[in-house]
């Protein structure tokens, strides 16, 4: 069974940059479309990045330009930069995957698409 861990969250000054992880166990990486979601307070869970190809992502558009998502096969992990972190950032930070079955990602960034999720890692940023 898969199972997501991810790790790196704290808490940060507006401006700053932090890179969160996700470690992926039961299965090899590339057998997965993956994605990385948040959710704040009162919110929905919302798509932020997600993987087309190994170089190739989509963004939503409120951190496109800042946030870099990238996978690692060797370490079985998914990575996501935050350079210009901004307060409006702060959430709990999601790492998902959803079997790829079709032979090809699409970089949904709906939850709906994805099936195994992560606990979370919670992202802080201070004004």
């Known amino acids: 069974q898969l199972r997501l861990v991810e790790s790196g969250g704290t808490s940060v000054e507006s401006g700053g940059t932090l890179e969160i992880s996700c470690e992926v166990f039961?299965?090899?990486?590339?057998?997965?479309?993956l994605g990385w979601f948040r959710q704040a307070p009162g919110k929905e869970r919302e798509g932020v990045a997600a993987?087309?190809?190994?170089?190739?992502?989509k963004y939503s558009e409120s951190v496109e330009g800042r946030f870099t998502i990238s996978q690692s096969n060797t370490k079985r992990a998914l990575y996501l930069r935050m350079n210009d972190l901004k307060p409006e950032d702060t959430a709990m930070y999601f790492c998902?995957?959803?079997?790829?079955?079709?032979?090809?990602?699409?970089?949904?960034?709906?939850?709906?698409?994805?099936?195994?999720w992560g606990q979370g890692t919670q992202v802080t940023v201070s004004s």
């Open positions: 993987l087309i190809r190994e170089k190739t992502a």
């Open positions: 039961g299965a090899p990486l590339g057998r997965f479309c």
């Open positions: 998902a995957a959803a079997e790829n079955i079709r032979g090809y990602c699409s970089g949904s960034l709906k939850q709906y698409d994805y099936y195994d």
